[in-house]
């Protein structure tokens, strides 16, 4: 107990940190809705993204993985993942503008009716997605469609900002699960009682399976799938698009993957992912160090 109660003490410099990003918070805030997403994209693109090294990462991470893009249009791809990014960030920490307007986006896609299905029955659902878009979107819209959605999240390093974001995604739909073991202690019992999960399976997880992603290994986790498999729930991909106003989405449900062994499951997201990332290059958030090689034990980040 003494140790977990350690792990929790705040620093003088995360306590800075935290006023840093408040103060930023707030006078973006206070700013309109509509004006306060630009405004975080601008701020993102052309201040943060450049001086912490994001733009350079996502150069890094396009140049790899998709050379045949011209250096212009990749410079302008960094600029824009960066602007996506921004106006996500200033949608989750605006939740009480964000869940109304995300609540009223109508899903489409192939698996709308199959999720239908499921909520009638009973039947658990694990939807997978990828920080694309606003990934929060398809989680609000589903619980307003009547679906109990669980989301799953990872605590933050900063114990203050920790609260601050929990709060704010609390706002836009519950149950939340921590990951870990208390965390996913509750999720299954979630899964068990006929509940569904919300979970992002695309950054590196040192603890899955080299899975091909934009034609090169991205070792990625497998564990939705051995869920799916395992509490018979259908495994769903689904994806919110941002729109050329920058503020609405498309909220797309792709069909249930067929059952097969987990590695297979998780590769057919893999594929639906990158065909998604493709048409909308900018809104993945290629800054995630997806493809750095990792040994088979490193536990996931």
Not at 98 to 107: D, G
Not at 182 to 205: C, E, P, T
Request: positive net charge; aromatic residues 8%.
């Amino acid at each position: 107990m003494a140790s977990a109660n350690k792990k929790r003490r705040v620093t003088i410099l995360q306590r800075i940190e935290y006023s840093v990003i408040r103060s930023i918070l707030a006078m973006i805030h206070a700013m309109p809705y509509r004006l306060r997403i630009r405004a975080m994209g601008r701020v993102m693109q052309h201040v943060i993204a450049p001086v912490a090294g994001y733009s350079k990462r996502v150069r890094e991470n396009l140049e790899l993985v998709a050379p045949e893009i011209p250096a212009d249009k990749r410079k302008e791809m960094v600029g824009r993942t960066a602007n996506n990014i921004g106006r996500t960030l200033a949608e989750l920490f605006s939740p009480n503008e964000f869940a109304p307007l995300a609540r009223t986006v109508e899903l489409t896609g192939p698996g709308v009716a199959a999720i239908d299905a499921a909520r009638d029955a009973g039947q658990p659902v694990i939807f997978v997605s990828g920080h694309f878009g606003n990934y929060d979107v398809i989680r609000s819209a589903l619980i307003a469609r009547g679906l109990d959605v669980g989301g799953l999240y990872r605590r933050m390093n900063n114990p203050l900002f920790h609260e601050y974001y929990l709060n704010n995604i609390s706002t836009i739909g519950t149950p939340l699960f921590q990951r870990g073991r208390q965390g996913l202690g509750q999720m299954l019992r979630h899964l068990k009682k006929g509940g569904s999960l919300a979970a992002l399976i695309d950054v590196r997880a040192g603890n899955g399976e080299p899975l091909r992603f934009f034609g090169h290994r991205a070792w990625t986790a497998v564990s939705m799938a051995e869920m799916a498999v395992k509490y018979n729930a259908l495994l769903v991909p689904c994806f919110a698009v941002r729109q050329a106003d920058g503020i609405s989405f498309e909220a797309i449900i792709e069909a249930p993957i067929p059952v097969g062994t987990p590695s297979e499951m998780t590769q057919a997201y893999n594929d639906i992912l990158e065909n998604h990332v493709r048409e909308n290059m900018e809104q993945w958030f290629w800054f995630h160090r997806r493809w750095k090689d990792v040994p088979h034990r490193e536990a996931a980040e």
